[in-house]
Nanobody
């Protein structure tokens, strides 16, 4: 099992930026893929982005494409989600999760929570007007 810890959330004004981190312990990300999801109160968990660790292939939800960027730091065994031009509707708790299959070729399964095996506790992002 991979233990994941998210950090970097906070309160930011609309139009601002935040960078979330997802650090792994227990083992390296190796050949896995890491997904980012978010959940607002009363809503279902929503796919945000994904990065394949080996090839750094990224994939984004349409709602964040062009504003959010996924990256990884092999030395720190950490994945980042850079969030720019934040909107009120980006307010949610953000989670990172590991897909141990780590398939780099596009699959429609990437956007589903059930595809991912291990989850962090999340970090809150609040965007104010």
């Amino acid at each position: 099992q991979v233990q994941l810890v998210e950090s970097g959330g906070g309160l930011v004004q609309a139009g601002g930026s935040l960078r979330l981190s997802c650090a792994a312990s227990g083992r390296t990300f190796s050949n896995y893929a890491i997904g980012w999801f978010r959940q607002a109160p009363g809503q279902e968990r929503e796919f945000v982005a994904r990065i394949n660790w080996s090839h750094a292939i990224t994939y984004y939800a349409d709602s964040v494409k062009g504003r959010f960027t996924c990256s990884r730091d092999s030395a720190k065994n950490t994945v980042y989600l850079q969030m720019n031009r934040l909107k009120l509707e980006d307010t949610a708790r953000y989670y990172c999760a590991v897909d141990r299959a780590g398939i780099a070729t596009y699959s429609s399964r990437w956007i589903y929570s059930a595809t991912y095996d291990d989850w962090g506790q999340g970090t809150q992002v609040t965007v104010s007007s």
